[in-house]
């Protein structure tokens, strides 16, 4: 009855937890895609500016040639209109040019975070299996110990094995030396 009661209690532990991570996951991706909709309707305002700059541009373009092909010299090309007609589209270019690059860092660094916490929630997810599987005596305090040094080490080097990841993804690196870097850094000494 005792091995029953405490698998029991894990089961009822393990599901109160798939429940928060589900609710956890679910903000994260309604927080993301608002993000996203942001980004993409500034990355249309930003299109739409520049459409009109470019229209400047031609006009700029087009009084010049026309300038070069009637002057005789003695006057001086005036685009000061043009210009002043632009001007507020050029600062509104700037400012969501500026804008845009903070948003997409913000994602960045929003969708680094998910990725840092989604990674503390499955090393503790495996550390209470272990846990429980330890006080249930499936593994012995030494299988324990020698499992969670390689959690430990696999969440402590979390950023350089991202990093190796990135660098197999981009195919600067193949399967064969990622394995091999990971390899290392969990077999270094903590």
Request: glycine letters at 4%.
């Amino acid at each position: 009855m005792d091995v029953f009661e405490k698998a029991t209690k894990a089961v009822k532990e393990v599901g109160g937890n798939v429940i928060d991570s589900a609710k956890s996951i679910g903000n994260s991706i309604y927080s993301t895609s608002k993000e996203q909709r942001e980004l993409a309707g500034m990355k249309v305002q930003k299109s739409v500016i520049e459409k009109h700059l470019n229209d400047g541009y031609a006009k700029i373009g087009k009084r010049y040639v026309e300038y070069m092909s009637t002057s005789d010299g003695s006057e001086e090309f005036d685009i000061s209109d043009i210009l002043e007609e632009m001007n507020p589209d050029l600062e509104k270019f700037e400012e969501i040019t500026s804008a845009l690059k903070e948003k997409e860092e913000f994602i960045k660094q929003e969708e680094q975070e998910k990725q840092r916490k989604k990674a503390e929630e499955e090393f503790e997810t495996a550390k209470e299996k272990l846990d429980r599987a330890l006080e249930m005596e499936i593994v012995s305090k030494e299988e324990y110990e020698e499992k969670m040094e390689i959690l430990q080490k696999k969440y402590d080097n979390y950023d350089e094995l991202k990093r190796f990841e990135a660098q197999l993804d981009m195919g600067i690196i193949t399967k064969e030396e990622y394995n091999e870097k990971v390899k290392k850094v969990l077999a270094s000494e903590s």
